[in-house]
């Protein structure tokens, strides 16, 4: 079982490196969906990821971070002596977060779990846990109650170039930055990977939150990217509903979760552009939608909230994307000028979203092309290794080898 293999060379005891080199610590969104690969072969190791994630990287206040960085590498910048946490975590971590999709990953393990025993512990042990985390989202990210939560860096998403963030992303001011070297293009082709002038921006924003002392309302309230993006708030809409059957199946009080998923559902249906038939991300510094088509946009699938007319559009949609490549998903409209197939999340197939769509497809009866946004990422992976990501047009694959969370879900889906 070559996915096995891959999850196993890149374990570091009770958590889970993307890729060796490239990504050498743990990162929040990509433990969820590797904990549904070691569900598959080992459940207890699918518990430890999570534990893990949870124990070393949630702040007091319920953050959680998108980076907990275990232990020292030379391979990843920006590395913890430039995000500065040191005496804020020990392990040290980012200062930002990743979307919550371990809310969806918990219920799944509950259910899955054969041993009802540990799966009560452990469930009950991380549901306070992850409830704590959304709390902090709503109190950082949605002070006004909108029901939807804004991200404050690209990295947020994680779609971090994606091409939604091309006009936010130009109005952060460049700093003087102090010479930096990009450690991802030593392991990537830089064809393959963001641009510099993208990186200086994103470090920009790194640098204003740790002046501003990682401080939520400081940050919410000066960052000048602030963006509500549908994809991370359809994750932690679907994340909400998961958490609340959680509750009902523990026992447990479900606190402001009722009271969450009726204002996301609204908040992400006004997202939708009735013209344009399509879900679109909200500039909150420029109070305007941003009128780019991205895998981001067919992921209210997942969370369950547009009603049949809307999903069938997105279907419609799914279909025109594949009939301009060779294999779905792209992560931004094959059609575009902005989209490039080799370069990260301007045009690559991701595993995880294939999973994610694939997921909110069935739940509205698309089954055939649930079944093949599934059957293409076998086929990539089977043909082209675990990679980090594949070109839409010619099926290569691109970015980090032997990466852990396509592996993952190699193994979910086989």
């Not at 992921?299 to 547009?306: E, F, H, K, N, V």
């Not at 279909?319 to 000028?337: I, M, N, Q, T």
Request: hydrophobic share 40%; glycine share 8%; aromatic share 14%.
């Amino acid at each position: 079982m070559r996915a096995l293999e891959v999850l196993q060379a890149n374990s570091r005891g009770a958590f889970t490196i993307p890729a060796r080199g490239l990504y050498p610590y743990q990162w929040l969104w990509d433990s969820g969906f590797i904990a549904l690969g070691w569900a598959q072969v080992d459940m207890e190791r699918a518990w430890q990821e999570l534990l893990c994630l949870f124990d070393y990287g949630q702040s007091p206040d319920g953050m959680l971070p998108h980076i907990v960085f275990h232990e020292q590498s030379r391979d990843y910048f920006p590395g913890p002596e430039v995000w500065g946490r040191e005496a804020l975590a020990r392990p040290a971590t980012s200062g930002i977060t990743q979307p919550p999709v371990v809310g969806s990953v918990l219920l799944y393990l509950y259910e899955k779990d054969p041993d009802r025993e540990r799966a009560r512990e452990r469930a009950r042990y991380l549901f306070p846990k992850a409830l704590a985390f959304h709390r902090w989202l709503y109190l950082a990210r949605d002070p006004w109650r909108t029901g939807l939560v804004a991200i404050v860096h690209p990295w947020e998403s994680g779609m971090d170039n994606s091409p939604a963030w091309d006009k936010p992303l130009s109005r952060v001011p460049l700093e003087d930055l102090p010479p930096y070297e990009r450690r991802d293009v030593r392991h990537v082709s830089p064809e393959e990977r963001p641009k510099k002038e993208d990186y200086d921006r994103y470090l920009s924003l790194l640098f204003l939150f740790r002046r501003l002392g990682y401080d939520p309302r400081a940050i919410y309230e000066h960052s000048p990217f602030k963006v509500v993006d549908v994809g991370f708030n359809a994750i932690l809409h679907r994340a909400n509903r998961d958490l609340y059957t959680l509750a009902v199946l523990l026992g447990e009080d479900p606190g402001d979760l009722e009271e969450w998923i009726l204002r996301g559902e609204v908040g992400l249906e006004a997202l939708w552009d009735r013209e344009r038939g399509f879900y679109f991300s909200l500039d909150l510094v420029a109070g305007e939608r941003i009128p780019v088509k991205t895998s981001a946009g067919f992921l209210p699938l997942y969370a369950g909230t547009p009603h049949a007319g809307r999903a069938g559009f997105l279907a419609e949609e799914i279909r025109r994307w594949g009939e301009k490549v060779a294999y779905l998903l792209p992560s931004a409209d094959p059609e575009s000028p902005a989209f490039e197939p080799k370069r990260y999340w301007r045009g690559p197939i991701w595993i995880n979203v294939n999973y994610l769509v694939a997921e909110g497809l069935k739940d509205y009866g698309f089954l055939s092309l649930a079944e093949r946004l599934k059957a293409d990422a076998l086929a990539l992976m089977e043909r082209e290794g675990f990679r980090e990501y594949y070109d839409p047009l010619t099926g290569q694959g691109r970015g980090g080898e032997a990466f852990s969370w396509s592996a993952a879900l190699a193994l979910y889906w086989t």
